[in-house]
């Protein structure tokens, strides 16, 4: 079991997916909405998808730049993007992933190599592995 460093605190009110989420440092305050494509009201608020593609991304994009430390490599205008999709497989939700590492001007073996690097070591990967399915896409433009 790992030690943990930090721990982050979130509590879920209300009417699940149509309620509210909150940090134990106030930090996150937001309503929640079901998508309208999934039957909800939609609208100005967050839902439960976008907060883990934000976390994700954020996670993803810290693996990948620490990747390219390593190798010496500069990534002063890379980003990610995450897709989270939530759709029905039988009875049951899923959540599938798809991550884009936006890496101008590098080489498009250098700009793979260093997403798939960053795949293995993400928190956020190893945590999903297996478990949902993750594509993970480099771009160079």
């Known amino acids: 079991m790992v030690d943990a460093m930090y721990t982050a605190v979130a509590t879920a009110r209300g009417d699940g997916r149509n309620g509210e989420v909150t940090s134990s440092d106030g930090l996150i305050d937001e309503r929640l909405a079901i998508p309208r494509e999934l039957g909800g009201p ?69 700009a793979g190599g260093l997403a798939a690097r960053a795949h293995q070591s993400c928190p956020y990967s190893r945590a999903t592995r297996g478990n949902i399915q993750v594509e993970v896409v480099a771009t160079t433009y």
């Open 42 to 110: 939609g609208g100005a608020l967050t839902n439960p998808e976008q907060l883990f593609a934000a976390g994700y991304a954020a996670c993803f994009h810290g693996a990948l730049r620490q990747a390219a430390h390593r190798m010496n490599v500069d990534l002063a205008d890379s980003s990610v993007t995450a897709e989270v999709g939530i759709g029905r497989n039988g009875d049951v939700f899923e959540l599938t992933v798809k991550l884009v590492a936006h890496l101008p001007g590098l080489e498009e073996g250098l």
